[in-house]
């Protein structure tokens, strides 16, 4: 009996720590939201027997940022830079439309609620035609760039890695989902964009992934912490 209830206890204690793995921080980014004290986050994490989470969260800028214990918002990609007053996201979801013969590309739902004093509102949209509408890959390496209050401009472009390579004279994105990767020593190792594109009416054109390196060394300081996501040392 005593044996049995042993046993019992150590299959009860697996499936507790197996339900709770520790998770394993590997990308934290952040930006600032103007005129606020409050920040979001954009993490990636590991745990246990390869499960995965991410998300972008909002915290103060006098909390701590623990992996354990932050609510992510509904969505995984923004559509225009956060504000005190709204914050605006999209996310696809495909529990109930992949079986729907036709691609949907304008929103099937649009939520509202309010977190942390802020306005949130998320644009869902049908997986399969957000993912038919999206796809592409551009990777450049840039001489300088400009930065306005919404959008930032990339100039004199190479593409060094396809196998017919060409020149941009200019690109230009809004300030939405752009992530900067850095060094040790500060400096911009990959700046990462997701450039998703929708027309007035919300139909999705189209979602166009990016990756730009400087030619020359740059500090990631050199951008600004408002609409762009800066990546944060994880582990010291």
Known sequence: MIKI????????????????????LSELYVQKI??????IYKYDAWGGRDSHIFGIVILD???NFDINS??????????????K????????D???????????????EVTTDNRREFKIKTKIFQYKGYANRSGGLGRYEFEKFKETHDSIIFYNLNDVESMKPEHLNTLKFKKTNITIRKTKQNNVLQI??????????????SNIT??????????????????IFKELNVKE
């Open 61 to 63: 800028s006098t909390e």
């Open 70 to 83: 932050v609510e992510p918002l509904p969505f995984n990609l923004l559509e225009t830079i956060p504000t």
């Open 192 to 205: 990462e964009i997701e450039d998703l594109k929708l027309s007035k009416n919300d139909e999705i054109l």
């Open 34 to 39: 103007e005129n606020c004290s409050k920040l």
């Open 210 to 227: 990016y990756h730009l390196k400087p030619k020359a060394e740059t500090n990631i300081n050199a951008f600004s912490n408002i609409g």
């Open 94 to 108: 495909n529990s109930d439309y992949t079986n729907t013969k036709n691609e949907i590309h304008k929103p099937v």
């Open 5 to 24: 209830k042993f046993t019992f206890y150590i299959f009860l204690l697996f499936t507790i720590i197996s339900c709770n793995p520790n998770w394993d």
């Open 85 to 92: 007053e709204l914050i605006l996201g999209i996310k696809s």
